[in-house]
DNA sequence: ACCTGAACACCGTTCAAGT
DNA sequence: ACCTGAACACCGTTCAAGT
């Protein structure tokens, strides 16, 4: 890193010009995230890029290969962003909690980023930590190896995709979002109470619910169930009973 | 609907041509389909749709106003597909758990529709019934009016979240899909022992999960989790003790 | 009442040319 | 070693014109 730049200073110098090229990554990436925020996860394209960064719109790809490889650099910085400052807990339902929650807030924090890289795994150190953490948060309580990994796949997953599908709804321009919302509530609150009892008798309740909420709740309900499936284990003789592969 | 479809029938009629129009919606929702599921979701433009339908590329905007009009017609047809065939059953979980499927599979039948439409609630009869029998589903458990309300947002969006998810997986096309995979299974089975130690104790049976032995997990899960409330809030007093709003 | 086709203002990506 | 700018093969949407 340092070594990279002392090199890069050293060639300019040598030229005698400001520098051998005014666009690095970094650059890129910092431009790329302004232009979804402010314009939305449409307004990036290599022409709007260029406009930001004061360079013609194909100098990106002498850095960025293709706008996949682009899409791939933006996953890694948000991961990186969601995790840097992740401890985990004394407490494993606490360190769980807190890696789903960091999801979601970054994930809120940048929805038209979320959206365009919510598929693409990141390669990224601090996953490789925060994924230990997590499995080690579920064998403290009291999980075999096996069930830790497939409860972190889940409760990993899960976050990822209700942080994403939130991210999804807050990403459509208001016109639609509202449009959607309204069309949507219209219909659950003026339900025929004939056809639709239960439906009817909870549609304010349905009405009232805030994503926030709705998010901690399934978090929740899911720390709930491996906790009664981990005292399950211990209290049966420490091995689960299901048979191998 | 037989009414419009006697009128166009008679208008030809008079003109003495074999009809009025050759296009409808239904048969540009089928193109759409047909193009989604063959070429990819990116695949889905108005020429290729012109071409598909043997009609100039502009003729669809006849019919649906704009692309998202069609994206929105697309969602509704989705959900009537997943639903259509769904009955209650006289086990809560076993209707709660089968709309679940309903949705993953639907998804996982038309990834590229699916990613396109997840965040657009659909306007469609059939869903008013399915969230009239989950709720209902949930009140059978023995839970509130409100604690039914939340928990199916829950199961509903998790549901939908989940599946969506991995549909945008399927749908990256393979090259990337693949590559993504590699580099992040690549990544946990090579992890420092002495840096990730539960990561590394874990990592085959991380490889080992598969998707939809993952869904039902997380499905199980939250049904277990709901199921232990119901129980908990019974024995109470019949009354959840959280004060009121 | 519906379809056509030209036109407009955009895309990502390639490539020869500059410095 | 990086940037430029023309070019190519695409997009969604509009609009005057046909039948």
């Excluded at 991961?79 to 890696?99: H, I, K, Q, Y």
């Excluded at 096996?146 to 321009?173: F, K, N, P, Q």
């Excluded at 639709?196 to 926030?212: C, E, F, I, K, R």
Aim: avoid cysteine; charge should be negative.
């Amino acid at each position: 890193m340092t070594d990279a730049k002392t090199k890069a200073a050293a060639t300019s110098a040598v030229r005698g010009r400001r520098s051998a090229s005014f666009l690095n990554p970094g650059l890129v990436l910092d431009a790329a995230m302004v232009i979804i925020e402010r314009d939305g996860p449409d307004a990036l394209t290599f022409r709007r890029l260029g406009i930001e960064l004061k360079a013609d719109h194909t100098a990106v790809l002498r850095h960025f290969g293709s706008k996949d490889d682009l899409l791939i650099a933006l996953a890694d910085r948000l991961m990186e962003e969601a995790l840097a400052s992740f401890v985990p807990s004394e407490n494993w339902r606490e360190t769980l909690l807190s890696l789903a929650r960091r999801i979601r807030s970054a994930a809120l924090a940048h929805p038209g980023v979320a959206v365009l890289v919510a598929a693409r795994p990141p390669r990224q150190a601090e996953v490789l930590r925060a994924a230990d953490a997590a499995i080690g948060a579920l064998r403290q309580a009291g999980l075999s190896a096996r069930d830790a990994a497939m409860y972190y796949l889940v409760l990993a997953d899960a976050s990822m995709a209700a942080a994403a599908y939130e991210a999804a709804i807050v990403s459509l321009d208001s016109g639609a979002r509202e449009g959607d919302q309204r069309a949507w509530r219209r219909q659950y609150l003026t339900a025929s109470p004939q056809k639709y009892p239960h439906l009817a008798s909870a549609a304010q309740h349905l009405a009232d619910v805030n994503d926030q909420d709705e998010f901690e709740t399934l978090i929740g309900l899911l720390l709930d169930a491996v906790e009664l499936r981990a005292q399950t284990h211990t209290g049966n003789a420490g091995e689960t009973e299901r048979g191998g592969t």
